[in-house]
Every structure is written in C-alpha cells, then in structure tokens.
Nanobody, 122 residues
Framework: QVQLVESGGGLVQPGGSLRLSCAAS????????VGWFRQAPGKEREGVSC????????NYTDSVKGRFTISRDNAKNTVYLQMNSLRPEDTGIYYC???????????????WGQGTQVTVSS
C-alpha cells in the first residue's frame, strides 16, 4: 500500500520541541521532494518547509526560520521536521506531502499523509 504516515505530534508547552516524522511505504521516497504543511483551526493549509529529493535544498516559511529544521534519511525512507522554540501559533495539524518536483504547488503533490496534531499550550 502506497502511503505517507506522519508521527511525533503531541501537546507541548511554549518554548518546547517536537520532532515530526514522515515515513513512506509502498514507494521509494528518494525521488521525491517532501513538504511539510500545517492547518490551524479555521485557517487554510499553509506550507511550512520543503526539502529536495537529495536533501541539498531546503526552504522555510518566514515564521519558522531559525526554529524548524527539515531533514531526510533516504535509507529509512523518512523525512523529519525538528521544531524548536514552539509557539502557540504553531498549533495545527501537520501534514507531509511528496512531489516529484521541488517547489511544486500543493495541488501537484502526489502523495499525502493523514496528518498529526501539534498543540502548543501552557
């Protein structure tokens, strides 16, 4: 079965950290750029970060620069999002998606995970 599965979400206090994982099964993630997206309650889904298939190119939305780090381990068919110095406004459902084209718009992503909830609250 071809799928992406996110994990690592949870409840964390402001200033805390979480590491999200996006694991692929049924296909090889090596050839795909992977993006992390999030959707806060009542808001549209937004792009958070993206990494090229080789891992040599990364991009971040301004609000997470310096706090989040995207990385990948192609041997494990997994992409990670390390989130530090978390803020309440980082709360939302985090999704990963895979696209054959780095920087592709959302509608061009080939595979999506089901999402993992991140809640930042004291």
């Amino acid at each position: 079965q071809v799928q992406l599965v996110e994990s690592g979400g949870g409840l964390v206090q402001p200033g805390g950290s979480l590491r999200l994982s996006c694991a692929a099964s049924g296909f090889t993630l090596d050839y795909y750029a992977v993006g992390w997206f999030r959707q806060a309650p009542g808001k549209e889904r937004e792009g958070v970060s993206c990494i090229s298939s080789s891992g040599s190119i990364t991009n971040y939305t301004d609000s997470v620069k310096g706090r989040f780090t995207i990385s990948r381990d192609n041997a494990k068919n997994t992409v990670y999002l390390q989130m530090n110095s978390l803020r309440p406004e980082d709360t939302g459902i985090y999704y990963c998606g895979a696209s054959l084209l780095y920087g592709a718009p959302e509608y061009d992503y080939d595979y999506w995970g089901q999402g993992t909830q991140v809640t930042v609250s004291s």
